[in-house]
């Protein structure tokens, strides 16, 4: 059952999971808790003002993860693991639902996962010592047989 609401802390409408749900996410409700209160229930000036607050950056057109889907397209990395791992996060990222020290780490961690995923589509270069390698294991073998 999921139920429209306006977040009690910010304003920002959501869809709660619950027909109780108060608040948008965990950092809303957090601070909703954390902020002292004479009469119950605290409700700020953002959520009685009625105004939406501003998108953020990138999350309505999907930004991030539009540059990231262009990217990955273009390294030939988009069926890789890490590819798909680092779309997801992107999402999540452009989600606007963490607190800031949360999309530190999931920037940190989309670095080294698109770092993987160019590294997994990236062809392998062979050199000199594959070489030797390929002839040694061909030497071994006639020797076993």
Excluded: H, Y
């Amino acid at each position: 059952m999921s139920v429209d609401r306006t977040c009690e802390e910010c304003g920002t409408p959501f869809v709660a999971k619950t027909k109780r749900g108060r608040f948008c996410g965990a950092a809303c409700r957090v601070r909703a808790n954390r902020r002292p209160t004479k009469t119950g229930r605290a409700v700020t000036a953002a959520a009685q003002s009625g105004e939406r607050p501003a998108p953020r950056v990138g999350a309505a057109d999907g930004g991030l993860e539009a540059q990231i889907r262009s990217s990955l397209e273009s390294a030939g990395a988009m069926q890789t693991v890490a590819g798909t791992a680092a779309l997801l996060l992107a999402r999540q990222i452009g989600s606007g639902q963490d607190s800031g020290s949360a999309v530190a780490t999931m920037t940190r961690e989309l670095s080294r996962l698109m770092g993987e995923a160019r590294a997994e589509a990236a062809p392998k270069q062979r050199d000199g010592a594959d070489d030797v390698m390929a002839r040694v294991a061909a030497k071994i073998q006639e020797l076993v047989r």
